[in-house]
């Protein structure tokens, strides 16, 4: 089954961008994991000298010393994160310097996310598989990466591409995995509670709906309706997608109120899907005013 949606690209590139911003534009926020985040539990009363804790005990480990900090790299990255989210061809530009005069520096994993975002908002696919690929090397728990990469790969899905199937495992691998990640991710210090739990709340939906996508080119109607349900279940983070798609998959189980209602719900939100949305509403109106077939 081939499926296209030619309306993803200017409906929800947006949408993409305001998940992946949240995360990307904090320094810290991208590369840390609850792993790397927790500090070695030590009681209150120990200090190094009783012989269990610190370095005269022998058993805690040695802290990995922190790369000198580098005034021109720090101005460099400062001024990728400092960019508009929107400004894709400057953040491609000063993140491509950034990487060819410190392959290996101390922000390379961020800038690589950052490459990632600004290139799918290009639509430039390749780049955005390489460079996501080289951030999560770096960092398997990104989620920014994760979650947008895991998003793309079932929107531009060809049954005729020799890879579809394994591009397919690897997207369900990305946002599981992002799912668990942000489940367990804690609080940078720069983020409000408020404005942490908007960032965990878009980018779970967006896992949730690259999941159901994911099924849905798999044929997994049942799988694909309950994630598109938990990507739609906030109603600050509502995609037409979702509903078109959920839609579809109601009518091919006849379940033609249910599939009036989605499209209804993809009808009510901007973007070019609105008139197939409508027309599909009122064609399931009629199946589900006809009998029952015995």
Aim: charged letters at 25%; hydrophobic letters at 35%.
């Amino acid at each position: 089954m081939r499926t296209m949606f030619p309306s993803i690209r200017t409906i929800i590139a947006t949408f993409a961008m305001m998940v992946v911003s949240a995360f990307v534009s904090v320094p810290n926020l991208a590369a840390q994991t609850p792993q790397q985040s927790a500090k070695p539990a030590t009681s209150s009363g120990q200090s190094g000298a009783s012989g269990q804790s610190g370095a005269t005990g022998g058993t805690q480990a040695t802290a990995e010393a922190p790369k000198p900090v580098d005034p021109e790299e720090e101005k460099a990255y400062k001024e990728i994160a400092d960019t508009k989210a929107d400004d894709a061809d400057k953040r491609i530009q000063l993140g491509e310097a950034y990487i060819q005069k410190y392959p290996n520096g101390k922000y390379a994993e961020q800038v690589y996310a950052v490459l990632t975002t600004a290139e799918y908002s290009k639509q430039d696919l390749p780049k955005m598989y390489a460079d996501s690929d080289k951030a999560l090397a770096l960092n398997p728990d990104d989620v920014t990466v994760l979650v947008l990469v895991g998003w793309v790969i079932p929107h531009n899905y060809n049954p005729d591409d020799l890879e579809a199937e394994h591009r397919l495992d690897k997207g369900e691998a990305y946002e599981k995995h992002a799912l668990a990640v942000l489940a367990a991710l804690p609080k940078p210090a720069n983020l409000t509670d408020e404005q942490f739990a908007k960032a965990k709340a878009q980018g779970e939906s967006q896992a949730h709906s690259g999941l159901g996508l994911i099924y849905f080119r798999r044929q997994k109607f049942d799988d694909s309706i309950d994630e598109l349900k938990k990507a739609t279940a906030d109603p600050g983070n509502q995609d037409p997608t979702d509903y078109y798609v959920m839609g579809m998959e109601l009518n091919q189980q006849k379940k033609f109120a249910d599939a009036q209602a989605s499209f209804q719900k993809c009808a009510q939100l901007p973007g070019g899907l609105q008139d197939r949305c409508k027309k599909s509403a009122d064609e399931a109106k009629k199946q589900a005013s006809q009998p029952a077939s015995k």
